[in-house]
Protein backbone atom coordinates (compact mmCIF):
# COMPACT_ATOMS: atom_id res chain seq x y z
CA UNK A 1 0.00 0.00 0.00
CA UNK A 2 3.01 2.05 0.98
CA UNK A 3 4.82 2.11 -2.34
CA UNK A 4 1.12 2.30 -4.57
CA UNK A 5 0.55 5.92 -2.77
CA UNK A 6 4.09 6.49 -3.36
CA UNK A 7 4.50 5.69 -7.03
CA UNK A 8 0.87 7.88 -7.37
CA UNK A 9 2.93 10.47 -5.95
CA UNK A 10 5.91 10.40 -7.99
CA UNK A 11 3.37 10.04 -11.35
CA UNK A 12 1.59 13.45 -10.17
CA UNK A 13 4.48 14.98 -9.44
CA UNK A 14 5.96 13.82 -13.46
CA UNK A 15 2.25 14.80 -14.84
CA UNK A 16 2.71 17.96 -13.22
CA UNK A 17 6.32 18.84 -14.33
CA UNK A 18 4.85 17.64 -17.66
CA UNK A 19 1.86 19.95 -18.18
CA UNK A 20 3.71 22.69 -16.39
CA UNK A 21 6.79 22.75 -19.03
CA UNK A 22 4.58 22.32 -21.66
CA UNK A 23 2.68 25.34 -20.69
CA UNK A 24 5.12 27.24 -19.75
CA UNK A 25 6.79 26.40 -23.36
CA UNK A 26 3.68 27.34 -25.44
CA UNK A 27 3.04 30.60 -23.16
CA UNK A 28 6.59 31.81 -23.46
CA UNK A 29 7.40 30.55 -27.03
CA UNK A 30 7.31 34.17 -28.74
CA UNK A 31 9.01 35.74 -26.11
CA UNK A 32 11.90 33.12 -26.24
CA UNK A 33 11.86 33.31 -30.22
CA UNK A 34 11.70 37.47 -30.16
CA UNK A 35 14.44 37.63 -27.45
CA UNK A 36 16.55 35.13 -29.82
CA UNK A 37 16.16 37.09 -32.78
CA UNK A 38 17.54 40.40 -31.23
CA UNK A 39 20.31 38.26 -29.14
CA UNK A 40 21.42 37.33 -32.82
CA UNK A 41 21.35 40.70 -34.06
CA UNK A 42 23.20 42.19 -31.62
CA UNK A 43 25.57 39.24 -32.00
CA UNK A 44 26.28 39.94 -35.25
CA UNK A 45 26.31 43.87 -35.16
CA UNK A 46 28.46 43.29 -32.13
CA UNK A 47 31.39 41.09 -34.23
CA UNK A 48 31.46 43.17 -37.62
CA UNK A 49 32.23 46.51 -35.23
CA UNK A 50 34.85 44.04 -33.03
CA UNK A 51 36.32 42.98 -36.09
CA UNK A 52 35.72 44.99 -38.97
CA UNK A 53 39.23 46.48 -39.43
CA UNK A 54 37.00 50.10 -40.48
CA UNK A 55 36.55 50.45 -37.78
CA UNK A 56 39.92 50.12 -35.59
CA UNK A 57 41.12 53.79 -35.17
CA UNK A 58 37.72 54.34 -33.19
CA UNK A 59 37.50 51.11 -31.37
CA UNK A 60 41.10 51.71 -29.98
CA UNK A 61 39.47 54.94 -28.78
CA UNK A 62 36.23 54.01 -26.90
CA UNK A 63 37.14 50.37 -26.65
CA UNK A 64 33.58 48.01 -25.93
CA UNK A 65 31.86 50.96 -26.15
CA UNK A 66 31.33 50.97 -29.53
CA UNK A 67 30.68 47.38 -29.83
CA UNK A 68 27.54 47.68 -27.70
CA UNK A 69 26.83 50.90 -28.42
CA UNK A 70 26.40 49.40 -32.38
CA UNK A 71 25.31 46.45 -31.71
CA UNK A 72 22.10 47.18 -30.07
CA UNK A 73 21.13 50.12 -32.56
CA UNK A 74 19.76 47.72 -34.92
CA UNK A 75 17.63 46.18 -32.02
CA UNK A 76 15.94 49.33 -31.55
CA UNK A 77 15.02 49.98 -35.11
CA UNK A 78 13.60 46.64 -35.43
CA UNK A 79 11.56 46.95 -32.42
CA UNK A 80 10.69 50.56 -33.47
CA UNK A 81 9.47 49.04 -36.82
CA UNK A 82 7.79 46.53 -35.05
CA UNK A 83 5.77 48.36 -31.64
CA UNK A 84 3.15 50.17 -33.73
CA UNK A 85 1.51 47.32 -35.71
CA UNK A 86 -0.49 45.65 -33.00
CA UNK A 87 -1.74 48.92 -32.32
CA UNK A 88 -2.87 49.50 -36.10
CA UNK A 89 -6.55 48.85 -35.81
CA UNK A 90 -6.87 48.79 -40.01
CA UNK A 91 -3.85 46.30 -39.85
CA UNK A 92 -5.39 44.07 -37.57
CA UNK A 93 -8.81 43.92 -39.74
CA UNK A 94 -6.84 43.55 -42.44
CA UNK A 95 -5.41 40.23 -41.09
CA UNK A 96 -8.74 38.70 -39.91
CA UNK A 97 -9.95 39.47 -43.35
CA UNK A 98 -7.05 37.77 -45.22
CA UNK A 99 -6.00 35.03 -42.76
CA UNK A 100 -9.25 34.37 -40.88
CA UNK A 101 -10.37 31.85 -43.37
CA UNK A 102 -7.19 29.61 -43.05
CA UNK A 103 -6.56 29.05 -39.41
CA UNK A 104 -9.54 31.53 -37.22
CA UNK A 105 -7.44 30.13 -33.72
CA UNK A 106 -4.15 31.32 -34.37
CA UNK A 107 -5.62 34.62 -35.57
CA UNK A 108 -7.97 34.65 -33.11
CA UNK A 109 -4.75 34.24 -30.51
CA UNK A 110 -2.89 36.75 -32.14
CA UNK A 111 -6.11 39.09 -31.55
CA UNK A 112 -6.05 38.22 -27.78
CA UNK A 113 -2.32 39.23 -27.70
CA UNK A 114 -2.01 42.14 -29.77
CA UNK A 115 -1.53 44.26 -26.39
CA UNK A 116 0.83 41.66 -24.56
CA UNK A 117 3.31 42.32 -27.66
CA UNK A 118 2.70 45.98 -27.59
CA UNK A 119 4.23 45.30 -24.12
CA UNK A 120 6.55 43.36 -24.78
CA UNK A 121 8.06 45.49 -27.75
CA UNK A 122 7.67 48.75 -25.83
CA UNK A 123 9.29 46.87 -22.56
CA UNK A 124 12.06 45.40 -24.42
CA UNK A 125 12.57 49.07 -26.63
CA UNK A 126 12.96 50.43 -22.90
CA UNK A 127 15.47 47.98 -21.61
CA UNK A 128 17.70 48.24 -24.81
CA UNK A 129 17.47 52.16 -24.89
CA UNK A 130 18.74 52.54 -21.66
CA UNK A 131 21.58 50.01 -22.77
CA UNK A 132 22.25 51.77 -25.75
CA UNK A 133 22.21 54.89 -23.78
CA UNK A 134 24.93 53.34 -21.01
CA UNK A 135 27.22 52.50 -23.65
CA UNK A 136 27.08 55.92 -25.05
CA UNK A 137 27.24 57.79 -21.72
CA UNK A 138 30.96 55.51 -21.20
CA UNK A 139 31.85 56.16 -25.05
CA UNK A 140 31.91 60.14 -24.58
CA UNK A 141 33.97 59.52 -21.49
CA UNK A 142 36.35 57.59 -23.39
CA UNK A 143 36.22 59.98 -26.64
CA UNK A 144 37.39 62.61 -23.68
CA UNK A 145 40.18 60.66 -21.76
CA UNK A 146 41.40 58.98 -24.95
CA UNK A 147 41.79 61.97 -27.75
CA UNK A 148 44.45 61.64 -29.70
CA UNK A 149 45.44 64.67 -31.77
CA UNK A 150 46.78 62.48 -34.86
CA UNK A 151 42.91 61.13 -34.92
CA UNK A 152 41.04 64.26 -33.83
CA UNK A 153 39.01 63.80 -37.69
CA UNK A 154 37.09 60.71 -35.55
CA UNK A 155 37.23 61.86 -32.18
CA UNK A 156 33.60 63.65 -30.89
CA UNK A 157 35.35 65.77 -28.56
CA UNK A 158 37.17 68.86 -29.50
CA UNK A 159 39.86 68.25 -26.88
CA UNK A 160 41.08 66.40 -23.79
CA UNK A 161 39.77 69.38 -21.98
CA UNK A 162 36.24 68.92 -23.73
CA UNK A 163 33.07 68.69 -21.68
CA UNK A 164 31.46 65.97 -20.86
CA UNK A 165 28.01 68.17 -20.23
CA UNK A 166 28.69 69.75 -23.55
CA UNK A 167 28.49 66.33 -25.67
CA UNK A 168 25.91 65.08 -24.18
CA UNK A 169 23.43 68.01 -24.43
CA UNK A 170 24.56 70.49 -26.48
CA UNK A 171 25.09 68.17 -29.88
CA UNK A 172 22.65 66.61 -31.94
CA UNK A 173 23.22 63.39 -30.79
CA UNK A 174 23.45 63.42 -27.63
CA UNK A 175 20.67 65.95 -26.59
CA UNK A 176 18.43 63.75 -29.08
CA UNK A 177 19.92 60.84 -27.49
CA UNK A 178 18.80 62.58 -23.68
CA UNK A 179 15.13 63.47 -25.04
CA UNK A 180 14.19 59.72 -26.24
CA UNK A 181 15.22 58.52 -23.35
CA UNK A 182 12.95 60.59 -21.27
CA UNK A 183 10.33 60.50 -23.44
CA UNK A 184 10.57 56.69 -23.50
CA UNK A 185 10.50 56.78 -19.51
CA UNK A 186 8.07 58.78 -19.28
CA UNK A 187 5.58 56.87 -21.47
CA UNK A 188 6.47 53.57 -19.77
CA UNK A 189 6.04 55.05 -16.17
CA UNK A 190 2.62 56.74 -16.96
CA UNK A 191 1.47 53.41 -18.92
CA UNK A 192 1.31 51.60 -15.63
CA UNK A 193 -2.38 50.01 -15.27
CA UNK A 194 -2.64 52.05 -11.97
CA UNK A 195 -2.46 54.91 -14.17
CA UNK A 196 -4.31 54.19 -16.70
CA UNK A 197 -7.23 53.14 -14.57
CA UNK A 198 -6.88 56.46 -12.53
CA UNK A 199 -5.81 59.16 -14.99
CA UNK A 200 -6.33 58.07 -18.55
CA UNK A 201 -5.91 61.42 -19.76
CA UNK A 202 -2.11 61.47 -18.78
CA UNK A 203 -1.64 58.05 -20.30
CA UNK A 204 -3.42 58.97 -23.27
CA UNK A 205 -1.09 62.20 -24.05
CA UNK A 206 1.88 60.67 -22.34
CA UNK A 207 1.90 57.60 -25.26
CA UNK A 208 2.02 60.30 -28.13
CA UNK A 209 5.19 61.38 -27.19
CA UNK A 210 6.20 58.56 -29.54
CA UNK A 211 6.18 61.09 -32.49
CA UNK A 212 8.60 63.23 -30.05
CA UNK A 213 10.71 60.02 -29.96
CA UNK A 214 10.52 59.13 -33.64
CA UNK A 215 11.17 62.56 -34.81
CA UNK A 216 14.43 62.97 -31.91
CA UNK A 217 15.35 59.10 -33.38
CA UNK A 218 15.85 60.54 -37.24
CA UNK A 219 17.80 64.10 -35.71
CA UNK A 220 19.81 61.89 -33.67
CA UNK A 221 22.43 60.58 -36.18
CA UNK A 222 23.37 64.21 -37.67
CA UNK A 223 26.54 64.35 -35.74
CA UNK A 224 27.91 61.44 -37.28
CA UNK A 225 29.80 60.38 -34.08
CA UNK A 226 30.60 56.74 -35.64
CA UNK A 227 33.14 57.00 -38.02
CA UNK A 228 34.64 54.24 -40.36
CA UNK A 229 38.10 54.64 -42.44
CA UNK A 230 37.78 54.47 -46.27
CA UNK A 231 41.40 53.67 -47.37
CA UNK A 232 41.92 50.31 -45.26
CA UNK A 233 43.75 49.26 -48.67
CA UNK A 234 46.50 52.10 -48.80
CA UNK A 235 46.18 52.21 -44.55
CA UNK A 236 46.32 48.65 -42.81
CA UNK A 237 45.70 48.43 -39.25
CA UNK A 238 48.57 49.28 -36.54
CA UNK A 239 50.65 51.39 -39.48
CA UNK A 240 50.68 54.18 -37.05
CA UNK A 241 52.71 51.86 -34.66
CA UNK A 242 55.40 51.68 -37.36
CA UNK A 243 58.24 54.19 -36.80
CA UNK A 244 59.43 55.74 -39.99
CA UNK A 245 62.43 54.19 -39.98
CA UNK A 246 60.73 50.68 -40.17
CA UNK A 247 58.46 52.01 -42.76
CA UNK A 248 61.20 53.61 -45.13
CA UNK A 249 63.67 50.17 -44.64
CA UNK A 250 60.73 47.93 -45.65
CA UNK A 251 59.03 47.65 -49.25
CA UNK A 252 55.98 45.62 -48.10
CA UNK A 253 55.24 48.43 -45.31
CA UNK A 254 55.71 51.05 -47.37
CA UNK A 255 53.06 49.63 -49.90
CA UNK A 256 50.25 49.04 -47.04
CA UNK A 257 51.17 52.37 -44.98
CA UNK A 258 51.28 54.91 -47.72
CA UNK A 259 48.90 57.07 -47.14
CA UNK A 260 47.45 58.03 -43.62
CA UNK A 261 44.27 57.10 -42.53
CA UNK A 262 40.69 58.73 -43.79
CA UNK A 263 37.55 58.52 -42.48
CA UNK A 264 34.05 59.18 -43.71
CA UNK A 265 30.48 58.35 -41.69
CA UNK A 266 29.24 57.04 -44.45
CA UNK A 267 25.65 57.08 -45.73
CA UNK A 268 22.84 56.12 -42.69
CA UNK A 269 20.33 53.90 -44.07
CA UNK A 270 18.98 52.34 -40.54
CA UNK A 271 16.47 54.75 -40.55
CA UNK A 272 14.34 52.92 -43.06
CA UNK A 273 13.45 50.31 -40.22
CA UNK A 274 11.46 53.07 -38.30
CA UNK A 275 10.48 55.23 -41.37
CA UNK A 276 8.75 51.61 -42.28
CA UNK A 277 6.50 51.01 -39.16
CA UNK A 278 5.74 55.04 -38.29
CA UNK A 279 4.42 55.36 -41.79
CA UNK A 280 2.74 51.90 -41.23
CA UNK A 281 1.04 53.33 -38.12
CA UNK A 282 0.27 57.11 -39.70
CA UNK A 283 -1.46 55.43 -42.68
CA UNK A 284 -3.75 53.76 -40.19
CA UNK A 285 -4.80 56.84 -38.07
CA UNK A 286 -5.31 58.97 -41.54
CA UNK A 287 -7.71 56.15 -43.16
CA UNK A 288 -9.30 55.54 -39.78
CA UNK A 289 -9.99 59.34 -39.56
CA UNK A 290 -11.50 59.88 -43.04
CA UNK A 291 -13.90 56.69 -42.13
CA UNK A 292 -14.79 57.86 -39.11
CA UNK A 293 -15.49 61.54 -40.34
CA UNK A 294 -16.85 59.37 -43.51
CA UNK A 295 -20.83 59.94 -44.20
CA UNK A 296 -21.09 55.91 -43.94
CA UNK A 297 -19.82 55.81 -40.77
CA UNK A 298 -21.44 59.18 -39.22
CA UNK A 299 -23.76 58.73 -36.03
CA UNK A 300 -26.73 59.96 -34.10
CA UNK A 301 -27.35 59.43 -30.46
CA UNK A 302 -31.08 58.25 -30.86
CA UNK A 303 -31.03 57.24 -27.09
CA UNK A 304 -28.65 57.97 -23.90
CA UNK A 305 -29.60 57.52 -20.48
CA UNK A 306 -27.92 56.68 -17.13
CA UNK A 307 -28.58 53.14 -15.85
CA UNK A 308 -28.33 51.85 -12.17
CA UNK A 309 -25.15 50.79 -11.31
CA UNK A 310 -22.78 53.95 -12.86
CA UNK A 311 -23.60 52.80 -16.20
CA UNK A 312 -24.62 54.66 -19.84
CA UNK A 313 -26.81 53.38 -22.15
CA UNK A 314 -26.36 54.40 -25.27
CA UNK A 315 -28.16 54.23 -28.78
CA UNK A 316 -26.33 54.94 -31.54
CA UNK A 317 -28.20 55.37 -35.13
CA UNK A 318 -25.73 55.52 -38.58
CA UNK A 319 -27.32 58.44 -40.70
CA UNK A 320 -26.65 56.23 -43.99
CA UNK A 321 -29.54 53.86 -44.81
CA UNK A 322 -27.35 51.18 -46.24
CA UNK A 323 -26.61 48.71 -43.37
CA UNK A 324 -23.78 48.55 -41.79
CA UNK A 325 -22.18 45.03 -40.75
CA UNK A 326 -21.39 43.97 -37.76
CA UNK A 327 -21.20 40.73 -35.90
CA UNK A 328 -21.40 39.60 -32.59
CA UNK A 329 -18.38 39.95 -30.15
CA UNK A 330 -16.97 43.07 -32.47
CA UNK A 331 -16.44 46.63 -30.90
CA UNK A 332 -16.06 49.90 -31.76
CA UNK A 333 -14.06 52.99 -30.50
CA UNK A 334 -16.00 56.21 -29.65
CA UNK A 335 -14.81 60.07 -29.62
CA UNK A 336 -17.33 62.49 -27.83
CA UNK A 337 -15.98 65.62 -28.96
CA UNK A 338 -18.01 67.72 -26.21
CA UNK A 339 -15.64 66.12 -23.93
CA UNK A 340 -12.53 65.54 -25.68
CA UNK A 341 -11.44 65.99 -29.56
CA UNK A 342 -8.34 63.71 -28.88
CA UNK A 343 -9.66 60.66 -26.94
CA UNK A 344 -10.93 57.44 -28.40
CA UNK A 345 -12.15 55.12 -26.36
CA UNK A 346 -13.33 51.39 -27.09
CA UNK A 347 -16.81 49.79 -26.42
CA UNK A 348 -18.32 46.59 -26.81
CA UNK A 349 -21.43 46.38 -28.71
CA UNK A 350 -24.37 45.00 -26.81
CA UNK A 351 -26.79 44.93 -29.62
CA UNK A 352 -26.65 44.80 -33.44
CA UNK A 353 -28.19 46.57 -36.27
CA UNK A 354 -30.89 44.97 -37.72
CA UNK A 355 -32.44 44.66 -41.25
CA UNK A 356 -35.13 46.66 -40.53
CA UNK A 357 -32.90 48.80 -37.84
CA UNK A 358 -29.65 50.27 -38.64
CA UNK A 359 -28.25 51.01 -35.13
CA UNK A 360 -26.38 49.65 -32.44
CA UNK A 361 -26.08 49.85 -28.58
CA UNK A 362 -22.89 50.04 -26.11
CA UNK A 363 -23.53 49.74 -22.27
CA UNK A 364 -20.65 51.88 -20.79
CA UNK A 365 -19.79 51.43 -17.22
CA UNK A 366 -18.12 54.10 -15.57
CA UNK A 367 -14.60 53.88 -14.89
CA UNK A 368 -12.43 56.75 -15.52
CA UNK A 369 -12.56 60.29 -16.34
CA UNK A 370 -13.71 60.27 -19.67
CA UNK A 371 -16.79 58.26 -18.64
CA UNK A 372 -17.65 60.23 -15.70
CA UNK A 373 -17.76 63.15 -17.70
CA UNK A 374 -20.02 61.29 -20.18
CA UNK A 375 -22.57 59.87 -17.60
CA UNK A 376 -22.51 63.59 -15.58
CA UNK A 377 -23.57 64.92 -19.24
CA UNK A 378 -26.28 62.68 -19.56
CA UNK A 379 -27.44 62.63 -15.57
CA UNK A 380 -27.72 66.78 -15.80
CA UNK A 381 -29.63 66.73 -19.45
CA UNK A 382 -32.52 63.75 -18.21
CA UNK A 383 -32.24 66.54 -15.32
CA UNK A 384 -33.00 69.42 -17.31
CA UNK A 385 -35.99 67.51 -19.37
CA UNK A 386 -37.41 66.72 -16.15
CA UNK A 387 -37.45 69.99 -14.49
CA UNK A 388 -36.65 72.65 -17.02
CA UNK A 389 -39.60 71.56 -19.71
CA UNK A 390 -36.95 70.09 -21.95
CA UNK A 391 -34.96 73.15 -22.33
CA UNK A 392 -31.12 72.13 -22.40
CA UNK A 393 -28.05 74.62 -21.54
CA UNK A 394 -25.40 71.89 -22.68
CA UNK A 395 -24.71 70.48 -25.32
CA UNK A 396 -26.08 67.97 -27.47
CA UNK A 397 -23.96 64.92 -26.87
CA UNK A 398 -22.73 63.42 -29.63
CA UNK A 399 -20.07 60.75 -31.03
CA UNK A 400 -17.90 59.99 -33.54
CA UNK A 401 -17.25 56.19 -34.06
CA UNK A 402 -14.63 54.42 -35.46
CA UNK A 403 -15.08 49.98 -36.11
CA UNK A 404 -16.36 48.34 -35.52
CA UNK A 405 -13.33 45.98 -35.06
CA UNK A 406 -13.40 42.41 -34.48
CA UNK A 407 -11.90 40.50 -31.26
CA UNK A 408 -11.35 37.35 -29.54
CA UNK A 409 -15.29 37.42 -28.67
CA UNK A 410 -16.01 37.39 -32.73
CA UNK A 411 -15.23 33.50 -32.26
CA UNK A 412 -17.59 32.58 -30.09
CA UNK A 413 -20.38 31.75 -32.18
CA UNK A 414 -17.53 28.72 -34.10
CA UNK A 415 -17.43 27.43 -31.03
CA UNK A 416 -19.74 23.88 -30.13
CA UNK A 417 -19.40 24.70 -26.05
CA UNK A 418 -19.14 27.93 -24.30
CA UNK A 419 -18.03 29.03 -21.12
CA UNK A 420 -18.52 32.30 -20.56
CA UNK A 421 -17.11 34.26 -17.50
CA UNK A 422 -17.99 38.14 -16.92
CA UNK A 423 -17.08 40.22 -13.93
CA UNK A 424 -19.02 42.86 -13.82
CA UNK A 425 -19.51 45.14 -17.19
CA UNK A 426 -17.33 42.08 -18.25
CA UNK A 427 -20.96 40.74 -19.66
CA UNK A 428 -21.48 42.68 -22.38
CA UNK A 429 -19.15 40.72 -25.00
CA UNK A 430 -21.72 37.81 -24.17
CA UNK A 431 -25.02 39.82 -24.51
CA UNK A 432 -24.78 39.85 -28.11
CA UNK A 433 -24.48 35.99 -28.07
CA UNK A 434 -27.63 35.75 -26.09
CA UNK A 435 -30.22 38.22 -28.14
CA UNK A 436 -28.49 35.91 -31.30
CA UNK A 437 -29.73 32.81 -29.57
CA UNK A 438 -33.20 34.54 -28.80
CA UNK A 439 -33.76 36.02 -32.00
CA UNK A 440 -32.70 33.20 -34.24
CA UNK A 441 -32.17 29.53 -34.01
CA UNK A 442 -28.60 29.25 -34.80
CA UNK A 443 -27.14 25.67 -33.93
CA UNK A 444 -24.04 27.23 -32.34
CA UNK A 445 -23.03 27.19 -29.32
CA UNK A 446 -24.77 24.20 -28.85
CA UNK A 447 -24.38 24.06 -24.93
CA UNK A 448 -23.77 27.53 -23.51
CA UNK A 449 -22.60 28.43 -19.67
CA UNK A 450 -22.47 31.33 -18.06
CA UNK A 451 -21.35 33.02 -14.80
CA UNK A 452 -21.71 36.48 -14.14
CA UNK A 453 -19.77 38.10 -11.20
CA UNK A 454 -21.15 41.72 -10.07
CA UNK A 455 -20.36 43.64 -6.80
CA UNK A 456 -23.83 45.19 -6.87
CA UNK A 457 -26.92 43.61 -7.37
CA UNK A 458 -28.01 46.95 -9.92
CA UNK A 459 -25.61 45.69 -12.14
CA UNK A 460 -27.38 42.42 -13.01
CA UNK A 461 -30.48 44.45 -13.52
CA UNK A 462 -28.70 45.31 -16.95
CA UNK A 463 -29.15 42.18 -19.35
CA UNK A 464 -31.17 40.23 -16.27
CA UNK A 465 -34.41 40.45 -18.81
CA UNK A 466 -32.57 38.31 -21.62
CA UNK A 467 -31.23 35.65 -19.46
CA UNK A 468 -34.58 34.83 -18.19
CA UNK A 469 -35.79 35.26 -21.44
CA UNK A 470 -33.54 33.05 -23.23
CA UNK A 471 -33.90 30.54 -19.99
CA UNK A 472 -37.11 30.10 -20.79
CA UNK A 473 -36.96 29.49 -24.65
CA UNK A 474 -34.89 26.82 -24.08
CA UNK A 475 -37.16 25.35 -21.76
CA UNK A 476 -39.93 25.72 -24.01
CA UNK A 477 -37.76 24.01 -26.49
CA UNK A 478 -37.27 21.06 -23.97
CA UNK A 479 -33.46 22.15 -24.23
CA UNK A 480 -33.05 23.33 -20.71
CA UNK A 481 -29.33 22.15 -20.58
CA UNK A 482 -28.80 23.98 -23.65
CA UNK A 483 -28.25 27.29 -21.67
CA UNK A 484 -26.77 26.76 -17.99
CA UNK A 485 -26.34 30.30 -15.81
CA UNK A 486 -24.61 31.10 -12.47
CA UNK A 487 -24.71 34.53 -10.97
CA UNK A 488 -22.58 35.67 -8.29
CA UNK A 489 -23.27 38.80 -6.28
CA UNK A 490 -19.85 39.74 -4.06
CA UNK A 491 -20.75 42.39 -1.71
CA UNK A 492 -23.53 43.25 0.46
CA UNK A 493 -25.82 40.46 0.06
CA UNK A 494 -29.37 41.05 1.05
CA UNK A 495 -31.95 38.41 0.71
CA UNK A 496 -34.60 41.04 1.24
CA UNK A 497 -33.13 43.31 -1.79
CA UNK A 498 -32.79 40.33 -3.80
CA UNK A 499 -36.10 39.10 -3.11
CA UNK A 500 -37.44 42.89 -4.29
CA UNK A 501 -35.87 42.97 -7.24
CA UNK A 502 -36.03 39.84 -8.97
CA UNK A 503 -39.38 38.01 -7.33
CA UNK A 504 -40.78 37.93 -10.18
CA UNK A 505 -37.78 36.67 -11.95
CA UNK A 506 -37.51 32.64 -10.70
CA UNK A 507 -35.19 31.92 -12.76
CA UNK A 508 -32.75 34.21 -11.61
CA UNK A 509 -33.22 34.54 -8.11
CA UNK A 510 -32.83 30.83 -8.35
CA UNK A 511 -29.15 31.12 -9.44
CA UNK A 512 -28.36 33.69 -7.41
CA UNK A 513 -25.04 33.13 -4.83
CA UNK A 514 -23.38 35.18 -2.35
CA UNK A 515 -19.65 35.50 -2.53
CA UNK A 516 -17.37 34.83 -5.71
CA UNK A 517 -17.24 31.43 -7.63
CA UNK A 518 -15.20 28.43 -6.29
CA UNK A 519 -14.06 27.76 -9.63
CA UNK A 520 -13.00 23.61 -8.69
CA UNK A 521 -16.50 22.70 -8.62
CA UNK A 522 -16.93 24.65 -11.56
CA UNK A 523 -14.49 23.47 -13.68
CA UNK A 524 -15.09 20.30 -12.13
CA UNK A 525 -18.42 20.20 -13.16
CA UNK A 526 -17.78 20.83 -16.71
CA UNK A 527 -15.28 18.37 -17.15
CA UNK A 528 -17.49 15.99 -15.70
CA UNK A 529 -20.46 17.07 -18.28
CA UNK A 530 -17.77 16.99 -21.24
CA UNK A 531 -15.22 13.99 -21.05
CA UNK A 532 -12.66 13.87 -23.67
CA UNK A 533 -13.88 16.56 -25.60
CA UNK A 534 -13.38 20.69 -26.41
CA UNK A 535 -14.96 23.32 -24.18
CA UNK A 536 -14.03 26.95 -25.25
CA UNK A 537 -13.53 29.43 -22.29
CA UNK A 538 -13.92 32.89 -22.68
CA UNK A 539 -13.80 35.90 -19.78
CA UNK A 540 -13.85 39.14 -20.04
CA UNK A 541 -12.60 40.84 -16.87
CA UNK A 542 -9.55 42.45 -14.67
CA UNK A 543 -6.25 41.04 -14.72
CA UNK A 544 -7.02 38.94 -11.35
CA UNK A 545 -9.70 36.77 -12.68
CA UNK A 546 -7.51 36.41 -16.11
CA UNK A 547 -5.02 34.87 -14.29
CA UNK A 548 -6.99 32.64 -11.69
CA UNK A 549 -9.48 31.32 -14.55
CA UNK A 550 -6.43 30.67 -16.94
CA UNK A 551 -4.97 28.80 -14.24
CA UNK A 552 -7.87 26.51 -13.74
CA UNK A 553 -8.04 25.61 -17.86
CA UNK A 554 -4.59 24.72 -17.57
CA UNK A 555 -4.90 22.49 -14.54
CA UNK A 556 -8.27 20.61 -15.60
CA UNK A 557 -7.25 20.35 -19.17
CA UNK A 558 -5.20 17.29 -17.63
CA UNK A 559 -8.69 16.04 -16.92
CA UNK A 560 -9.33 14.67 -20.39
CA UNK A 561 -11.45 17.61 -21.43
CA UNK A 562 -9.82 20.23 -23.82
CA UNK A 563 -10.50 23.55 -22.23
CA UNK A 564 -9.32 26.45 -25.04
CA UNK A 565 -9.29 30.19 -22.77
CA UNK A 566 -9.71 33.44 -24.40
CA UNK A 567 -9.80 36.71 -22.95
CA UNK A 568 -10.80 40.19 -23.83
CA UNK A 569 -9.64 43.02 -21.88
CA UNK A 570 -8.89 46.80 -23.08
CA UNK A 571 -7.20 48.20 -19.87
Known amino acids: ?19 SSRNFLFKYLIALLWTGLNFVVFCKAF ?48 LHKIFGRFSMRLLVHYLEKTKVLHLILGSGLLIVAIVHSVAHFVNI ?34 FSGCVMLLTLASMAYLARRSVRDRFYNSFFTSHHLFLVFYGMMFYHPLSGVIKHQTNTERHRIMCDL ?61 QAYAMT ?105 DCKRVLFIGAGIGITPFVTIMRLLLSTNVDRPARVHLVWIARSLETFLWFSDEIARLQEKFWSQNKPDRFWVQLYWTRNYDEHLLAECFGDMPSIKSRMHRGRPNWNDIFIDLVTLYPKKSVSVFSCGPKELTKEVRAKCKEYSKHGSRL ?5 GFG
Not at 397 to 412: A, H, K, T
Not at 564 to 568: M, N
Open 1 to 19: MRDYHQNRFTMERVNKVYH
Open 47 to 94: SNYHHDADYYYLSRILGIGLCVARGTAPVLNVTMALITLPTCKTFNLM
Open 141 to 174: VNFVNNYDERYREINWANGPDDSIARLLLATPTG
Open 309 to 413: GHAVHLRLQFCRKSTVKVLPGQYVILQCPAISTLEWHPFTITELPTDDRNDLTLTIKVRGDWTEELYDRIVQREHCSQHLGGIDPYRRVEFLLDGPYPSVMSNML
Open 564 to 568: SYFHE
Open 242 to 302: VDNVTLHNNEDLLVLCEEPPTFSAGVKRAWIWPLVGILIYLIDVSFRYLLSHSERYRVTTI
